[in-house]
């Protein structure tokens, strides 16, 4: 099976950018549906971005749209978090997630947070 680890966290001012990484082992990430997920300060555990297997068609939470984009490089094997324009509310523990299997619509499997191997996370901060 799959394994995650996110990296690039850090302190970063508002309207700043910042890049998240998720180095994956064991398995070939381009098998997996591939979501970013954060837990905030006071609120629940979302999906931030998530792409699905194949077509790559991605599905982004309202908040992040427009900032935020997913990307992910096969020959290093890692997906990426591309965060810009941050804002003080996109602080939390990001986490990214994988699954390899078929049929769940991206959208489903963000919002009900239905992946099956995940990192431990790492913090993201934003403030001036």
């Known amino acids: 099976q799959v394994q995650l680890v996110e990296s690039g966290g850090g302190l970063v001012q508002p309207g700043g950018s910042l890049t998240l990484s998720c180095a994956a082992s064991?398995?070939?990430?381009?098998?997996?549906?591939i979501g970013w997920f954060r837990q905030a300060p006071g609120k629940e555990h979302e999906g931030v971005l998530c792409?699905?297997?194949?077509?790559?068609?991605?599905y982004s939470a309202d908040s992040v749209r427009g900032r935020f984009a997913i990307a992910k490089d096969s020959a290093k094997n890692t997906a990426y978090l591309v965060m810009n324009s941050l804002r003080p509310e996109d602080t939390g523990v990001y986490f990214c997630a994988a699954d390899s299997k078929m049929g769940p619509a991206v959208q489903e499997m963000c919002t009900a947070r239905g992946y099956a191997h995940w990192g431990t996370g790492t913090q993201v901060t934003v403030s001036s």
């Open positions: 064991g398995s070939n990430l381009e098998d997996y549906t």
């Open positions: 792409m699905s297997r194949g077509d790559s068609s991605t």
